[in-house]
């Protein structure tokens, strides 16, 4: 049996995480956002007029993926946010946050920059 690649897998995951965020009252506002130089975010979506950036980290090894959200990683998704908000003039509440998928199930981490 061939193993699937990484970027096959993280597709995946991050199908079921948008389908965990559907199921949970969020609405998909976009997906693969590339913000210019300074990198991209995994889902963007809004919930009770909470605009969420939301990182989705996977693996199907036994490395816990959270550790692949580093400090780096982190920083991105904030100027990557700030940039967003400031090209659509955006003036609401907003929040970063994670989910880990792990063999299938899934782990959201709210609001993660407190």
Do not use: W
């Not at 897998?9 to 693969?32: D, M, P, Y």
């Not at 940039?83 to 792990?102: H, Q, S, T």
């Amino acid at each position: 049996m061939q193993n699937k690649s990484n970027t096959i897998i993280g597709s995946e995951n991050e199908t079921k995480a948008i389908e965990f965020l559907i199921e949970n009252g969020f609405k998909i506002v976009e997906q693969n956002y590339y913000a210019r130089k300074l990198g991209e975010i995994d889902i963007i979506a809004m919930q009770d007029d909470v605009l969420h950036f939301i990182e989705v980290k996977s693996a199907q090894a036994d490395f816990d993926p959270i550790y692949n959200f580093t400090p780096s990683k982190q920083r991105k998704v904030i100027n990557s946010a700030y940039y967003y908000m400031k090209l659509k003039n955006l003036d609401m509440v907003f929040c970063i946050d994670l989910i880990v998928v792990r063999f299938g199930e899934i782990e959201f981490l709210e609001n993660i920059t407190m």
